[in-house]
């Protein structure tokens, strides 16, 4: 595959990651909400022999508040309906959807029947922490899915069942993550506890670390002040945006190895030690609006770098890439440094450091007018080896390197609007 269309699809991706993210904080694509498009084995099950309809293989029970489509018989649709209590769910009921009602409590009671339940969706709701029965979620033995953002949780609803592989909890007011609440749940793969009220003190007691499988953690919009200690290794998506982290401690990622995405937009970094993000799988790594003063050595997978709007005078390359390995090229494509200090462009020894470089975006400095520095977006256009393998390419076109830019441009207003 030419250079050009795999750029178009990373680029695609990442537009499509970003729309993603206004909706629920989602870092990718592997992560998208499996709501609303998995409908499994009933189809194959007992398929109808007689008009091509399949039949389920008992009357279908639905709660009289409820919606229960013939095509889509493992799921119950409650939501937008105003109510106050979750209705009676049937035995066979496998996806429940109840957000945007005015639910208040979670009793044990409706839940009776349940056997083989595996999402439940209480987004928008006002549910209180001390108005769920102890206990009502831990039963549900092959619940994997809980949905319970935009809720009124003072505090992380445990005990939860073991079978749970993703967890969200955005928009509560936890504030706590007391004693083992997170003890047993060893299935977790994403985590998202953005926009509560967690402090330092919250996250004091090896929380994380039982956490063997966590590859998620969203914690963006809360208050905390130092890194989060004990994240297990597993890790591969961590997001902090939004929190008032003033440093990173040296070797606090070398416990990450699998780290893929580091978000850590709107804290009050200073001085990062020179080796912080050496880290091998690395890819993305967002630092915008913070203090730094100095940039850092940037790891050979890195592609996305974005440090916008922080004191940087000067980009000195030689911190970034102290040696170039011909072997072992280094991937950065893109960079944001728009709102900083600088009075120079970059340094074009950057390009045979970062052969894969197209962009740079330096927008507007905070200097006087007259330092402005003249060209806001620095493009490097295709070599003819880049071109070459570009025309190879069947889906290629002349118009290329323009839309192949268009989609960059639209990441940065979405994420940052
Ligand atoms: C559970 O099933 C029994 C037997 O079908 C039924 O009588 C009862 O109402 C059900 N309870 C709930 C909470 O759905
Ligand atoms: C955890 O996940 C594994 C692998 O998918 C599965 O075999 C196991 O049953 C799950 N544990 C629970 C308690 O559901
Ligand atoms: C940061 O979080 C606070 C609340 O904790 C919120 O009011 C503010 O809008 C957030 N800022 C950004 C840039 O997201
Ligand atoms: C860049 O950093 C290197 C290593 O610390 C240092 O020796 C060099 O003087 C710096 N260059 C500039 C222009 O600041
Ligand atoms: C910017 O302009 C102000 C007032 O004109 C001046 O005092 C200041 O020294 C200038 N700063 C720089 C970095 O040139």
């Not at 996806?95 to 009793?107: A, G, M, P």
Request: glycine share 2%; with cysteine; aromatic share 10%.
């Amino acid at each position: 595959m030419g250079i050009l269309s795999q750029l178009s699809i990373t680029h695609l991706l990442w537009t499509a990651t970003v729309i993603c993210q206004h909706e629920d904080y989602d870092f990718g694509d592997e992560y998208d909400e499996e709501l609303d498009h998995e409908h499994p084995y009933y189809f194959n099950f007992h398929p109808s022999t007689q008009d091509g309809v399949p039949h389920f293989p008992f009357p279908v029970e639905c709660a009289r508040e409820c919606f229960c489509p013939p095509a889509f018989p493992l799921s119950m649709y409650c939501d937008h309906r105003k109510l106050t209590t979750i209705p009676n769910i049937p035995a066979h009921v496998q996806q429940l959807y109840l957000q945007n009602n005015e639910i208040e409590t979670v009793l044990a009671g409706p839940f009776t029947n349940v056997t083989i339940l595996r999402e439940i969706n209480l987004n928008y709701n006002k549910i209180k922490f001390h108005m769920i029965d102890p206990g009502v979620f831990a039963k549900l033995s092959n619940l994997v899915q809980l949905h319970l953002q935009h809720n009124e949780l003072e505090e992380f609803p445990f005990p939860l069942p073991s079978s749970l592989e993703r967890l969200l909890l955005g928009y509560n007011k936890i504030s706590r993550l007391s004693g083992n609440t997170l003890q047993g749940l060893s299935n977790i793969t994403m985590l998202d506890l953005c926009n509560n009220l967690l402090d330092d003190s919250a996250l004091q007691e090896k929380q994380f670390s039982t956490l063997k499988n966590l590859m998620q953690i969203n914690l963006c919009n809360n208050r905390l002040q130092t890194m989060p200690p004990d994240l297990p290794p597993s890790l591969m998506y961590l997001s902090l945006e939004n929190n008032s982290i003033s440093y990173i401690p040296e070797n606090y990622f070398s416990r990450l190895p699998k780290l893929i995405a580091l978000r850590m937009s709107h804290n009050n970094l200073q001085n990062m030690p020179l080796n912080a993000f050496n880290l091998p799988s690395l890819s993305e790594l967002n630092l915008g609006h913070n203090k730094l003063k100095q940039v850092f050595y940037i790891p050979r997978s890195l592609q996305y770098l974005y440090i916008e709007d922080n004191d940087i005078e000067t980009i000195n390359i030689t911190l970034m890439c102290p040696s170039i390995d011909p072997m072992n090229i280094k991937q950065l494509t893109y960079i944001r440094v728009d709102q900083n200090k600088l009075t120079v462009p970059i340094s074009t020894y950057a390009f045979f450091c970062f052969p894969h470089i197209r962009t740079i975006y330096y927008g507007e400095q905070k200097v006087n007018k007259s330092t402005q520095l003249r060209r806001p977006v620095f493009r490097r256009f295709l070599t003819p080896e880049e071109y070459e393998a570009a025309e190879d390419d069947h889906e290629t076109n002349d118009h290329e390197t323009e839309e192949d830019h268009e989609p960059q441009e639209n990441y940065f207003h979405a994420y940052f609007k």
